[in-house]
């Protein structure tokens, strides 16, 4: 019997790729997104705590209530937006659960989605298995460098019709490490104002943002709230990418929508996990406004090894990605120079096209700095000596 893939356009994701190089060539590895070090010792206990006093079985469909009303206090304290916890949040595994829930839940076939690219990797082929159609739009990466706003405002009017479901943000953004800006988020209100579309916002990065810089919810934009779904994850600001946990916000009647896929997907997230991260947070009020500044130190710490004249260095405000231009140092493809990179020079690395279905405007690579100092001493090292 022949099998007709779902997704013939895929193969495995250039994460596992690299990785898996980077393991076999023993280099240093900051091509995937995730911390090489532990989260808090404190969590790990609260979850060990959760698992040795029996709280090992299935979690309420939404979540557990109490770290669901935490949330929304917090949700309050950092936005000034009232959430309500019993219908408006819901705890998921991760985000890259949340995501497919919310476009499974919002995408019937024939409806177009706007993304932006470069961008995360698993927006298309879900909107793709739902039936929906993609339209990209493509971040201007000349007005990063220019030290502008990114955002193809003028390209995602242009994009949007009558069949326009949902427009995908992701801030800060992988890879590019920009953010919404709140005149961002006033642009996006106003071309959306007359459409039917909803926003999904992928805010996994909400506690990385640098610089003294503020991150601005979708939550927050009264004009789109009601029509948004909010991503966040614990993965991220727990440096715990492995326990893949995450939280959905979104309006009452939306929930309602998201709920019913999700029960079917999962029915509900691990709740050892959701018990310890309720037990910690309720203990560190002010835990994830140290995410930020540990972010900065680890990106500066980059920043101040690197010496190399034909390396630029896009700027920074938020995730933890840097981003190089590599365009003065190599003939070659991205994908084939972070090959190389790899195999020869021993540090691994994720290539900009990886992201994007569209050609880019020149050559890039994408370096995770959530990692040892040491770790980046090496990988500075190898950086500065590129010829
Ligand atoms: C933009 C973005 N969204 C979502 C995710 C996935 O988050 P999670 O690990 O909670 O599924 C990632 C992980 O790298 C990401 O970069």
């Known amino acids: 019997m022949e099998l007709t893939s779902k997704l013939p356009g895929y193969g495995v994701s250039i994460f596992s790729v690299m990785s898996g190089l980077a393991a076999k060539h023993q280099a240093i590895n900051l091509s995937q997104g995730f911390p090489e070090f532990n989260p808090p010792i404190e969590l790990q206990e609260a979850v060990a705590d959760a698992m040795r006093n029996g709280r090992n079985q299935y979690a309420p469909m939404p979540g557990i209530p109490e770290l669901r009303e935490l949330l929304a206090q917090r949700i309050h304290d950092w936005r000034s937006v009232s959430i309500n916890p019993d219908s408006e949040i ?141 991503v966040s994850s614990f993965g991220k600001t727990f440096h715990a990418t492995g326990w893949k946990l995450g939280y959905l916000c979104a309006p009452s009647d939306l929930t309602v929508e998201l709920r019913k896929v999700f029960q079917f997907l999962a029915f509900a997230a691990n709740t050892p996990m959701q018990v310890g991260a309720y037990q910690f947070l309720l203990e560190n009020p002010d835990y994830e406004f140290t995410v930020s500044s540990l972010m900065q130190q680890k990106r500066d710490t980059l920043l101040k090894q690197l010496n190399n004249p034909i390396i630029t260095w896009l700027p920074c405000q938020g995730a933890y990605f840097l981003v190089a231009d590599i365009g003065q140092i190599t003939q070659k493809s991205d994908a084939d120079f972070a090959i190389d990179l790899t195999v020869e020079k021993g540090l691994a690395t994720i290539p900009l096209s990886a992201f994007s279905k569209q050609t880019l405007p020149g050559k890039y690579l994408r370096f995770c700095f959530a990692k040892n100092d040491d770790t980046l001493y090496k990988a500075a090292q190898i950086l500065n000596q590129l010829t």
């Open 90 to 230: 819901t705890l998921v595994p991760g985000a890259t659960a949340g995501l497919y829930v919310a476009i499974t839940a919002l995408v019937r076939p024939g409806d177009e989605v706007i993304i932006v690219e470069p961008g995360y990797d698993s927006y298309a082929p879900v909107i793709e298995l739902n039936g929906g159609v993609v339209k990209r739009a493509n971040l201007r990466i000349d007005a990063l460098q220019r030290g502008e706003s990114p955002w193809p405002w003028k390209e995602i009017k242009s994009l949007l019709s009558n069949k326009t479901r949902l427009v995908l943000i992701n801030t800060p953004h992988n890879p590019l490490g920009c953010i919404m800006e709140m005149d961002d988020w006033n642009q996006l209100a106003d071309i959306i104002k007359d459409s039917k579309a909803f926003v999904l916002s992928d805010e996994v990065y909400e506690h990385m943002v640098l610089d003294g810089k503020q991150h601005i919810s979708v939550l927050q934009i009264p004009e789109l709230a009601h029509k948004a779904v909010a």
